[in-house]
């Protein structure tokens, strides 16, 4: 059985996905290349950031005896940066986090995205969604991730950034990410959670869903949200907004935007779940979001 984020993603897919001949094209144009799962027809509007000023390339960290592999960039020549950690869809960190990384390197911050599912498998190597989420990401457990974007923040502490000032966003399964790891470490400032699921059903590999731990969160979450988004029901978004409301000042702090029009995905510019206004938005009030925070 898969969770219930994986399912959203699968069927957020479905109307775009695209044929292989069309995929290596995608890929050989674009350079760092997507998942061949996630690749629709419309990938060819994705949005290309320049490296024009910035650090930029692949390192690895080690966590308990593995290196884990993490893209990051940076404006070059800087320290003391503020820290953001960009985490993946279900699709692995394929060019489309390359590029989110990127862009707030622009805007000034360190930003590093590791590849979280790298001892379950290389998510860029499988051509059928199911494989992908039996064989890799069903199998990734919760502490795994913890542990792996805590040793993010330390190779960040090390290369440039602020570890005082680390925020951290993610998209999809990394929304729900975003909230655990919120909670989970008290190096976070602020958070900008994507069309994460809040509820589920705990398993040993995930033990809670981000409702059983929004009363104690370390920094503020800005969720965004769409109304249209079939697999996240906006009912969920009420209960954890009660458990927000009776929780500590960081929980209190956090808010909530829907966009009502958008479905799930939306910020994700391959794809054709992707709205342009309010992607746009979204990344405006994240930016905002964080400054306001103190991590800028």
Known sequence: MFSEDLKTEFNALLPGQSTPSRR???KAALGVGYAATAL???AQTAIKTSSDGLKTGEISFEVNGFKVPAFFAAPEGKTNLPVVLVVQEIF???????DTARRFAKAGYLAIAPELYARQGDPTKYGEMAKLMAEVVS???????MADLD???KWAGANGGNTSKVAITGFCWGGRITW???AYSPNVKAAAAWYGRIVGQPNPLMPQNPIDVGATLNGPVLGLYGGADAGIPLDTLDKMKAVLTGGNAAAKASEFVVYPDAPHAFHA???PSYRKEAAEDGWKRTLAWFKANGVA
């Not at 692995?92 to 390359?98: K, M, R, T």
């Not at 199998?139 to 991730?145: E, I, L, R």
């Open 24 to 26: 290596s094209a995608l």
């Open 40 to 42: 629709p027809i419309m």
């Open 92 to 98: 692995g960190v394929h060019e489309y986090i390359a």
């Open 139 to 145: 199998k990734v457990p919760d502490a795994q991730v």
């Open 151 to 153: 040793g993010a923040v």
């Open 180 to 182: 655990l790891y919120t």
């Open 269 to 271: 510019d391959y794809r």
